[in-house]
């Protein structure tokens, strides 16, 4: 395992990143199970582990806690907080009120004392940033915190947070984490190169593109992962589906399995630091390990350039990915009727 250095914190991880989504009760509920898969990525060199409190509301973060036991000072652990954790409305976003509190819930779950890297998993539009740097600079100087970074920020977001923590003196974020694949290249136009210009680090997540990118999701093929997520928006976009079809033929053609030519080129990026997997047994892990050596080569990275051109998504934007006000609430793009003028 060749490790990199993670933006300018100076700490070194691994290039794959194992993701504990898949921990708990929305993916594998057997806790043993978990462990045994945390393991043996740790085994193979994997030294970063990445989760958040939101996870099967909490399980996640509990399951890795009970892996790392005896094994902790080995592991840059990283996890994430904004998500409701409860039915309380202020249970969720990043006030200083919910940061202080729930950074306490999670080091409890995690049984640890301090958390590697705490990261805000989406934009909070409704908390002043400065408000939010603020109470996590706080808990960097309170030695419960290491570095803190963020996830899905738009490239303007993350220039802005960058200003904020210079004019007042806080904490910046060191680390940004985006969704990156493949069929999802919007992050090389702005917010990779925003990234590198101010030394962050770069977690990508679904490398895989959610499973798109396994060669068990084709076109015109009734499969079982695609009945088991019931036939999701992605899987039945035709641009989605015509651009796996292109990789699945470059991946036969170059003899690189279509995973390991997936992880290759996510972590080909120089703004890249880690991709993030997200394995539900120990199948997916021992078949993505097996490609942690490859490295794609110009004559490859140019084809899956002609597949899928530099910085762009094909098809309808992820699902989960973070989507600005302006996009989502209808009344912010338009005047109040009154003051519409007529075209």
């Known amino acids: 395992m060749q490790y990199r250095t993670l933006g300018g914190t100076g700490i070194r991880v691994s290039p794959y990143a194992l993701?504990?989504?898949?921990?708990?009760?929305?993916?594998?509920?057997?806790?043993?199970?978990?462990?045994?898969i945390i393991h043996r990525a740790l085994d193979a060199g994997i030294n970063v582990i990445d989760t958040a409190d939101r996870y099967s509301d909490g399980e996640s973060e509990e399951i890795v806690g009970k892996a790392l036991k005896g094994r902790r000072e080995h592991v840059v652990l990283a996890t994430k907080l904004f998500a409701p954790m409860g039915s309380d409305p202020n249970q969720q976003g990043l006030s200083r009120r919910w940061i202080v509190t729930e950074v306490e819930n999670s080091l409890r779950r995690l049984q640890t004392d301090h958390i590697d890297l705490y990261q805000i998993h989406r934009p909070d539009p409704q908390t002043d940033i400065e408000e939010t740097l603020s109470a996590l600079t706080d808990l960097v100087r309170a030695g419960k915190v290491r570095a803190i970074g963020s996830s899905t920020m738009p490239a303007s977001d993350i220039v802005e947070a960058q200003w904020v923590a210079e004019r007042h003196g806080l904490q910046r974020f060191r680390t940004e984490?985006?969704?990156?694949?493949?069929?999802?290249?919007?992050?090389?136009?702005e917010v990779l190169p925003v990234a590198q210009r101010y030394g962050m680090g770069t977690l990508v997540w679904s490398p895989l593109a959610k499973g798109m990118l396994t060669g068990r999701i084709r076109k015109n093929q009734e499969t079982d992962l695609r009945r088991a997520t019931m036939m999701a928006a992605s899987f039945r976009d035709e641009s989605r589906l015509d651009a796996v079809e292109k990789v699945a033929a470059l991946a036969e053609e170059t003899g690189i399995p279509m995973t390991h030519l997936a992880m290759g080129f996510a972590i080909a990026h120089p703004g890249?630091?880690?991709?993030?997997?997200g394995p539900r047994t120990m199948e997916h892990l021992d078949d993505l390990l097996a490609g942690v050596d490859v490295r794609l080569g110009d004559d490859v990275l140019d084809r899956i350039d002609e597949i899928v051109a530099p910085g762009t998504n094909v098809g309808a934007p992820d699902a989960s990915a973070y989507l600005p006000p302006a996009l989502t609430t209808a009344a912010l793009r338009r005047r109040p009727a009154g003051e519409r003028s007529a075209a």
């Open 272 to 277: 890249v630091t880690s991709a993030i997997i």
């Open 177 to 189: 984490q985006p969704t990156y694949s493949i069929l999802n290249r919007g992050i090389e136009a």
């Open 19 to 36: 993701g504990a989504m898949m921990f708990g009760g929305i993916g594998n509920p057997d806790h043993d199970d978990s462990i045994r």
